[in-house]
């Protein structure tokens, strides 16, 4: 079994369009496509070039559930919503009329800072800054988790992105931010888009996944797809990373509810 849900179309910053990115699914041994474009529900209601449109939520989710009409392979209805602290009861409305397969959590904001946009923002920072972020990152991964509006963090340890590491010990604040997860029931993915960025690896670390292994935290392989041929992006390499933290299962989601499956051997 293989499944693949964390994938952008142009509803959000992908580069085709759902009917393209599901055509794909088979030629890639998919036996799953998620989709899951940007949903940046902010309390400020700030524009986000890279978010679908807040109007035009019903809008996708239809034209999925249509791909999903014709498809070889099942379509697994998805969004990655942003957390902010202070959105949770907008979100939870927000999303709440639809048939959402899962909900990914996804904190690129820290405040006004975004995270994972430009290097350059990072190199303006002071060392004390650049804690301050990786600070306020997992105290807000935590109350990601502690929302309920989530089935599965998104990139965990994104800040990484650049290639920029904390000065302090955050080994207490990382601790809290997966208790919250495996305290919520939330999954975690490993997401293969990272090998592409001048952090050249995937988020999360392999010393994090083993951290959510011991916790019991179960576990996706998604690649981040922004076009058909990421689909399954460094998989292999993935599945190897998930074993070697002691991973045996993997979980797909219907309805919102986690289904475990057996770890690939490839
Ligand atoms: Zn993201
Ligand atoms: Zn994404």
Redo the contacts with the bound molecule.
Sequence with gaps: MTTSY?N?TTWSDGTTDVAAMVAAAPAHGLDEIGI?D?YVLAPDRRAVYWSMPLDRLEDYIAEVLAVQEGSPVPVRLGV?ADFFPGNEADLCEALAPYPFDYVIG?VHYVDGFSVDEAADIWHTLSPAEVDEAFRGYWARVAGLARSGNYDFV?HLDLPKKFGFAPHADLSKEIAAALDAIAAAGLAVEINTAGAAKPCAAAYPAPSLLRECRRRGIPLLINA?AHAPHDLTYQFAEAREMARRAGYRQLVRFERRRAIAYPLPES
């Design positions: 964390h952008h899951s940007h990655e996804s998104g981040d």
